[in-house]
């Protein structure tokens, strides 16, 4: 992620005096927005908003012409550098990326381009709702593919995108495995995976700003796809 240390807009907002370096440290939550930008259609929009539990500084962004507004419940807004990096996919686009520590009076974000907004997103009333519904816990896996089911409800009607989560240590420690997927369900390889008996996954649904997750109620056993050998010392 690339971030950038969030300044208070007056001495009076201490919810966002400091930087990300000091969130991290103090195990504050932090939000990462991302965006992208097209060139060609002179375009631009917001991917999704994460509210991520804090694990490593986000790297600072070199100032540009691209900023983030922050947008919050009867105050002032706030500008942060955005990061604006070429898609290695698509020439024409642009990923745009803002971070900054979390607080309960922001209701939205923009990225502007040399002041002017050119994308938003606001919160939406509800967050979405998931539950995993396979596996159930307590199955065992040896090389044979994983199918990870949920459903998910969101009474605002809005598209949801969804991040999945592997944990090899019954959920005290988490790796991303997936981000931006559409629907479920989703395929897991064992063989792609670090071994565990006890394996647990979590399924985050995304509305843009608005988050709702759900992690498997029981652990499960990932083992490589060998007889003799299941990857444990």
């Known amino acids: 992620l690339n971030a950038v240390p969030f300044s208070a807009a007056t001495a009076s907002d201490n919810a966002f005096d400091g930087?990300?370096?000091?969130?991290?440290?103090?195990?504050?939550?932090?939000?990462?927005?991302?965006?992208?930008a097209d060139?060609?259609?002179?375009?631009?929009e917001v991917d999704s908003v994460l509210n991520i539990i804090p694990g490593s500084v986000p790297e600072?962004?070199?100032?540009?012409?691209?900023?983030?507004?922050?947008?919050r419940t009867g105050l002032a807004d706030i500008e942060v550098s955005a990061s604006a990096v070429p898609s290695a996919n698509v020439p024409s686009e642009l990923r745009?990326?803002?971070?900054?520590?979390?607080?309960?009076?922001?209701?939205?974000?923009?990225?502007?381009?040399?002041?002017?907004?050119?994308?938003?997103?606001?919160?939406s009333e509800n967050a979405p709702e998931v539950t995993i519904t396979a596996p159930t816990g307590g199955e065992v896996f040896i090389g044979n593919p994983l199918i990870l089911d949920w459903d998910a409800v969101?009474?605002?009607?809005?598209?949801?995108?969804?991040?999945?989560?592997y944990s090899v240590d019954d959920g005290i420690t988490w790796t991303l495995i997936a981000f931006g997927w559409s629907n479920p369900?989703?395929?897991?390889?064992?063989?792609?995976?670090?071994?565990?008996?006890?394996?647990?996954f979590r399924v985050t649904a995304s509305d843009g700003f608005n988050d709702g997750s759900d992690t498997l109620d029981a652990s499960v056993i990932i083992l490589k796809n060998k007889i003799f050998d299941d990857g444990f010392e």
Do not use: K
């Open 19 to 36: 930087s990300l370096v000091e969130a991290v440290a103090n195990e504050i939550p932090y939000y990462s927005v991302f965006g992208v």
């Open 39 to 44: 060139e060609i259609s002179d375009s631009a």
């Open 154 to 165: 969101d009474l605002d009607g809005d598209d949801l995108e969804f991040s999945i989560e």
């Open 60 to 71: 600072t962004p070199d100032p540009g012409e691209w900023t983030m507004l922050v947008h």
């Open 96 to 123: 745009l990326t803002g971070s900054l520590p979390y607080d309960p009076d922001i209701i939205g974000f923009s990225f502007a381009r040399n002041d002017t907004v050119e994308a938003a997103v606001m919160q």
């Open 185 to 200: 369900p989703f395929t897991v390889d064992p063989d792609l995976l670090p071994p565990s008996r006890s394996a647990r």
